[in-house]
């Protein structure tokens, strides 16, 4: 698991942040995608739950600070060029803003694959 002491050795893009892919820690479900920063991160792991970088609204955000929807933070890894989080979560209530468990439950894309 990340410590906040490895929070500075990451690869953040250009834009100081870095994508959050956000997992059921029960199941393996993939809930959502988010975006941190430093800061998000260190509050993250200080607190035990996720908090973000909204790059809509230019700030921190609590994940579950108005709608009581919280992520209890399981275990944070990163990918192996450290520019990638996966964070296992245990999630109470829905986690995309839509109400729905997942950020991708209505958005199923499929083929018959390739010749």
């Known amino acids: 698991m990340i410590s906040v002491d490895s929070i500075r050795d990451l690869t953040y893009g ?7 892919i956000i997992q059921d820690g029960e199941n393996g479900d993939v809930l959502m995608l988010a975006y941190m920063n430093a800061d998000s991160l260190r509050i993250s792991l200080e607190e035990g739950r996720t908090c973000f ?41 829905a986690a995309c803003h839509n109400g729905t468990r997942s950020c991708f439950s ?3 894309f499929r083929t018959d694959g390739c010749e």
Do not use: F, M
């Open 106 to 108: 209505d958005t199923e």
């Open 14 to 20: 250009s834009d100081g942040l870095i994508p959050a």
């Open 53 to 93: 970088w909204s790059r809509s609204r230019r700030k921190l955000w609590r994940k579950g600070e108005t709608s009581g929807h919280v992520q209890h933070i399981l275990s944070i890894s990163t990918d192996c060029d450290q520019d990638t989080l996966l964070i296992r979560v245990k999630q109470r209530g």
